[in-house]
């Protein structure tokens, strides 16, 4: 079946500095691809999203990229604060019907003061 | 506006009881979703509701049922649980069926 593989599984950077996490997915039919923080205790949250008819976007802090050929997207967080650290989800999702997010298996971030 | 409420924040039940959990958009969203999730994992899709009416049902034990009473709300209603259905138990809404916001989420203990 479909799956989502998301890598790292625990990050730590030093505040300031840049945070990657990686997804690779299987159906090559996916074409949309959200990210989303979750802090402890609390529900997940849509931070950015990427189409893929769009090969990057960004948000302030946040980017993502996305390679449809070979079928990764990435999330970068440049110059990470304390507060960015959660753990952040990756998900595809394909236009055929389908209501199922294919959720990646999540990356704990830690940003050291 | 992009909020999706839930309530109760916490509960916790005896393996007898019977409880709900509520769940409300006002975003007119046309569909609603309940997730479970474990501790270090990601969401594990329950049910979907689309125009009100439910269209999936991941297998889901019938001691879980869910009702959607306008398009506004959904509620999930528990009996006879196990203590393996402790969980954080989300609510999401979208407007198509690819952007999904999430609640909060109930933390469920069934004792």
């Known amino acids: 079946g479909e799956n989502v593989e998301q890598h790292p599984s625990t990050l730590s950077v030093q505040e300031g500095d840049s945070a990657v996490i990686k997804c690779t997915y299987s159906d090559s039919a996916s074409n949309y691809f959200p990210w989303y923080k979750q802090e402890l205790g609390k529900g997940p949250q849509l931070i950015i999203d990427?189409?893929?008819?769009?090969g990057e976007k960004k948000d302030q802090r946040i980017a993502v990229t996305l390679n449809k050929t070979a079928k990764h997207f990435s999330l970068h967080i440049t110059e990470t604060q304390p507060e960015d650290s959660a753990v952040y989800f990756c998900?595809?999702?394909?236009?055929?019907?389908?209501?199922?997010?294919?959720f990646g298996t999540g990356t704990r971030l830690k940003v050291l003061a | 506006d992009t909020e999706v409420t839930q309530t109760p924040k916490h509960l916790v039940m005896g393996m007898t009881n019977k409880k709900s959990l509520k769940c409300e958009q006002h975003m007119g969203h046309r569909a609603m979703y309940w997730y479970k999730q474990k501790a270090k994992k990601p969401p594990e899709l329950m049910f979907v509701?689309?125009?009100?009416?439910?269209?999936i049902n991941e297998s889901v034990p019938s001691r879980f049922s869910p009702e959607c009473p306008n398009s506004s709300l959904l509620n999930l209603h528990l009996h006879a649980l196990q203590p393996e259905d402790s969980a954080l138990y989300l609510c999401?809404?979208?407007?198509?069926?690819?952007?999904?916001?999430f609640g909060p989420g109930t933390r469920l203990t069934v004792l």
């Open positions: 999401a809404s979208s407007q198509a069926l690819d952007t999904q916001y």
């Open positions: 990427i189409r893929s008819n769009v």
């Open positions: 509701y689309s125009y009100e009416k439910l269209s």
């Open positions: 998900a595809a999702w394909t236009a055929s019907g389908t209501y199922k997010y294919i």
